[in-house]
T-cell receptor
Framework: GDSVTQMEGPVTLSEEAFLTINCTYTATGYPSLFWYVQYPGEGLQLLLKATKADDKGSNKGFEATYRKETTSFHLEKGSVQVSDSAVYFCALSDSNQFYFGTGTSLTVIP | DAGVIQSPRHEVTEMGQEVTLRCKPISGHNSLFWYRQTMMRGLELLIYFNNNVPIDDSGMPEDRFSAKMPNASFSTLKIQPSEPRDSAVYFC???????????????FGSGTRLTVV
């Protein structure tokens, strides 16, 4: 079945460091791929998405490129801020369901 | 757009009591999902509805859990009787689904934090 595997956390970075959170997927069809972010005490919010191979999703300085050849959708940001501290979830959808990864906790320290 | 609205935001109840969580999906969305989030298990899909009909309830942990969607604008998740291990944050999400099976607008509510003592 479809599934998403993402990098185990927690991740701790200094402000302005480069961020990569790895995500790989397994799907039988041609899924859409997503990154969601969950700030403390809140629900999950859509951060970015890509709907087909080679698409790049971007938002708030975060980027992820849909790589069909490596079945990956890694999240990157060139310079993280303290306000980026949150839990990040990779997800895919190729039908009426979403499949979420287990989440990666990011803490950015000043 | 008010988004997905869940109530209450916080619920504290005693073991054995009935708990009802409520969700109002985004208008026009025809799919609704209930999730449970804990530190131990992460985010778990409990049940989802399409056009008010339960499609997959395989994630519902026990018969103590039940969910209904009497109309397109309202859903409930009920736990009866509640137990301390049910303590978690419960999220509702809704999405649209096109005729060709394309999911759009998948949006979460702010969640209900349930504590069973």
């Amino acid at each position: 079945g479809d599934s998403v595997t993402q990098m185990e956390g927690p991740v701790t970075l200094s402000e302005e460091a480069f961020l990569t959170i790895n995500c790989t997927y397994t799907a039988t069809g041609y899924p859409s791929l997503f990154w969601y972010v969950q700030y403390p005490g809140e629900g999950l919010q859509l951060l970015l998405k890509a709907t087909k191979a080679d698409d790049k999703g971007s938002n708030k300085g975060f980027e992820a490129t849909y790589r069909k050849e490596t079945t990956s959708f890694h999240l990157e940001k060139g310079s993280v801020q303290v306000s980026d501290s949150a839990v990040y979830f990779c997800a895919l959808s190729d039908s009426n369901q979403f499949y979420f990864g287990t989440g990666t906790s990011l803490t950015v320290i000043p | 757009d008010a988004g997905v609205i869940q109530s209450p935001r916080h619920e504290v109840t005693e073991m054995g009591q009935e708990v009802t969580l409520r969700c109002k999906p985004i208008s026009g969305h025809n799919s609704l999902f209930w999730y449970r989030q804990t530190m131990m298990r992460g985010l778990e899909l409990l049940i989802y509805f399409n056009n008010n009909v339960p499609i997959d309830d395989s994630g519902m942990p026990e018969d103590r859990f039940s969910a209904k969607m009497p109309n397109a604008s309202f859903s409930t998740l009920k736990i009866q009787p509640s137990e301390p291990r049910d303590s978690a944050v419960y999220f509702c999400a809704s999405s649209g689904l096109t005729g060709t099976g394309f999911v759009y607008g998948y949006t979460f509510g702010s969640g209900t934090r349930l504590t069973v003592v």
